[in-house]
C-alpha cells in the first residue's frame, strides 16, 4: 500500500519552469515505480513519464520528452516533475502515481495521489 501527496503547483507564465513533488508513504514505496501523469481540461488522462527508485529504467511520453525530467530521492521517499519551458497548454492537474509492474504501462498504475493543479498563462 502507498500514500501519495503532491505539491508544487501554482500559476506560472509561459516559458517559465516549475517542479512538482510527490511525496510518497508507505512500506513497499520502494518496489514501485513511480509515474506523473496529467489531466487538462475536457482532455484525457495523459501518462508523462516514470522512473523506478534505482534509476535503472525510465520512460517518457513523447510529447515532454527533453522539457520534462522525473527525478527521485530515496532517502525522503520523494519523487519530482521538473517542467520547463511551460506552455498554456500545459495546463491540467498533475496527478503522481505508483506502480508494482512495469513502469511504462499505465494500466498498472493503481496507487494516486490527488492532484495539484498548474495553471500557465500566456
Known amino acids: 500500500q502507498v500514500h501519495l501527496v503532491e505539491s508544487g503547483g501554482g500559476l506560472v507564465q509561459a516559458g517559465d519552469s516549475l517542479r512538482l513533488t510527490c511525496a510518497a508513504s508507505?512500506?513497499?514505496?520502494?518496489?514501485?515505480?513511480m509515474g506523473w501523469f496529467r489531466r487538462a481540461p475536457g482532455k484525457q488522462r495523459e501518462f508523462l513519464g516514470a522512473?523506478?527508485?534505482?534509476?535503472?529504467?525510465?520512460y517518457y511520453g513523447d510529447s515532454v520528452k527533453g522539457r520534462f525530467a522525473i527525478f527521485g530521492d530515496k532517502d525522503k521517499s520523494t519523487v519530482y516533475l521538473q517542467m520547463n519551458s511551460l506552455e498554456p497548454e500545459d495546463t491540467a492537474v498533475y496527478y503522481c502515481?505508483?506502480?508494482?509492474?512495469?513502469?511504462?504501462?499505465?494500466?498498472?498504475?493503481?496507487?494516486w495521489g490527488q492532484g495539484t493543479q498548474v495553471t500557465v498563462s500566456s
Open positions: 502515481a505508483a506502480n508494482p509492474g512495469l513502469l511504462h504501462i499505465e494500466s498498472q498504475y493503481i496507487y
Open positions: 508507505g512500506r513497499s514505496v520502494s518496489r514501485h515505480s
Open positions: 522512473i523506478n527508485w534505482s534509476a535503472g529504467s525510465e
